[in-house]
C-alpha cells in the first residue's frame, strides 16, 4: 500500500534558526497537504501542493512539490517558539479521496 | 471551515466495554472519517464514513470491532467495541469535501484498564 515518510523524526531548533522537514511518497500523489499539530491539539490544515515543482509561501513558511510529485519539503525561517508541534504531510494518489499521513515531524524550539 | 463538536473529549473505560463517539459538524460535508492516533504516533485511518451506507473500512479495521453510523450529512458515530488496553488511543473524527482539505474535531483521548 501506500507509504509517506518524514525526515527527522525529531527537531530540535534554535530559536532564529532555520529548519526543513521531508516527505516523501512511495508513489506519485496528486496532491500533498501539510497539516501542523500543537501539543494536546488537534491537526489544522496549512496548504495544499497541487502541481509539479508548485513552491508556496506562508510568511516564514515555504512548501515546495517536487518535480515527480512523490516528495515535498517544508522549510521554516527564523523559527519562532510558536512554530512548536508537529507537522504532518498527508498525500493523496491519484483519482483517490483518502489521505496517507506521514509520521509526522515533532519540532522543538529552544529559546 | 467546519466546525466539528466531538463527545465525549476523553473516557476511562474498563476491559471489554464498549464506548460510542460522537461527531456533529455544523454544515453539511460530503466526506467523514474517523483517524486513530496513538500517543506521539501519527493518524491512521480507521474508516470513510459513508451516509446511508455501510462504512468503508481501511485494512486491519472491521466493523464488528468500530461499528460505525452516519445518518446523515452532519453527523456520525464510532463504538469501540469489547476494548481492551490496546484501544487506548486518541480517536479523532474529521470532514471534508472530495479533493479538499480536512478539518478535524478536538479528538476523544481513550484509556482503557
Known amino acids: 500500500g501506500q507509504q509517506v515518510m518524514q525526515i527527522p523524526q525529531y527537531q530540535h531548533v534554535q530559536e532564529g534558526e532555520d529548519f526543513t522537514t521531508y516527505c516523501n511518497s512511495s508513489t506519485t500523489l496528486s496532491n500533498i497537504q501539510w497539516y501542523k499539530q500543537r501539543p494536546g491539539g488537534h491537526p489544522v490544515f496549512l496548504i495544499q501542493?497541487?502541481?509539479?515543482?508548485e513552491v508556496k509561501k506562508q510568511k516564514r513558511l515555504t512548501f515546495q512539490f517536487g518535480e515527480a510529485k512523490k516528495n515535498s519539503s517544508l522549510h521554516i525561517t527564523a523559527t519562532q517558539t510558536t512554530d512548536v508541534g508537529t507537522y504532518f504531510c498527508a498525500g493523496r494518489k491519484a483519482a483517490g479521496n483518502k489521505l496517507t499521513f506521514g509520521g509526522g515531524t515533532r519540532v522543538l524550539v529552544k529559546p | 471551515s467546519a466546525v466539528i463538536s466531538q463527545k465525549p473529549s476523553r473516557d476511562i473505560c474498563q476491559r471489554g466495554t464498549s464506548l460510542t463517539i460522537q461527531c456533529q459538524v455544523d454544515?453539511?460535508?460530503?466526506?467523514m472519517f474517523w483517524y486513530r492516533q496513538q500517543p506521539g504516533q501519527s493518524l491512521t485511518l480507521i474508516a470513510t464514513?459513508?451516509?446511508?451506507?455501510?462504512?468503508?473500512?481501511e485494512s486491519g479495521f472491521v466493523i464488528d470491532k468500530f461499528p460505525i453510523s452516519r445518518p446523515n450529512l452532519t453527523f456520525s458515530t464510532l463504538t469501540v467495541s469489547n476494548m481492551s488496553p490496546e484501544d487506548s488511543s486518541i480517536y479523532l473524527c474529521?470532514?471534508?469535501?472530495?479533493?479538499?482539505?480536512?478539518?478535524f474535531g478536538s479528538g476523544t483521548q481513550l484509556s482503557v484498564l
Open positions: 464514513a459513508n451516509q446511508g451506507s455501510e462504512a468503508t473500512y
Open positions: 474529521s470532514v471534508g469535501e472530495p479533493l479538499e482539505k480536512l478539518f
Open positions: 501542493l497541487v502541481k509539479s515543482g
Open positions: 454544515s453539511q460535508v460530503t466526506m
